[in-house]
């Protein structure tokens, strides 16, 4: 088998997605043995998982403030409490992507009882998870976004 790229070059490896052959020099193109067309492919659904994450933290981040500031009276709604709010309300996406990491899969046989009562817990946990996780994630996804950029194509 040649190489797919260098079709004059003996293949020493194939791409780990589409088994493509591959020679020296592409196969050490990056990490590990993949073709260009593979490698951009998964930067694309890494981009756009990254970018995902963004949108639900802010739509997720909205609704939730938005719950929260219609049911505060006037003397809730200082600057302090509304900051406050914000980060607590984009916090919860975060929060609960870390717990999705940790939480074990004995869960998924729970009664609708169970679900209902999990789901709760989850939902106070993010919150209080989200407060520290929010920056961590958003800093983690901004450098990870910044490295796919400077990746060669």
């Known amino acids: 088998m040649n190489c797919f790229n260098h079709t004059e070059l003996v293949a020493v490896s194939t791409c780990q997605d589409c088994q ?4 020296n020099e592409c196969s050490h193109k990056y990490k590990f043995p993949i073709c260009t067309e593979c490698n951009l492919n998964r930067m694309k659904i890494e981009k756009r998982a990254i970018y995902k994450e963004f949108g639900l933290t802010l739509l997720g981040g909205l609704i939730i403030y938005s719950f929260i500031a219609s049911g505060t009276t006037y003397k809730q709604k200082d600057f302090g409490f509304k900051i406050f709010s914000l980060f607590f309300s984009f916090g919860i996406v975060s929060g609960w992507r870390t717990l ?37 994630r958003i800093v983690k996804n901004v450098k990870r976004l910044i490295e796919l950029k400077n990746i060669p194509k």
């Not at 493509?20 to 020679?23: P, Q, R």
């Not at 074990?104 to 996780?133: D, T």
């Open 100 to 136: 999705n990491r940790i939480t074990p899969n004995i869960f998924l046989a729970l009664p609708l009882v169970g679900w209902l009562i999990y789901f709760m817990v989850k939902f106070v946990l993010s919150a209080m998870i989200g407060w520290f996780m929010l920056p961590i």
């Open 20 to 23: 493509k052959g591959l020679c």
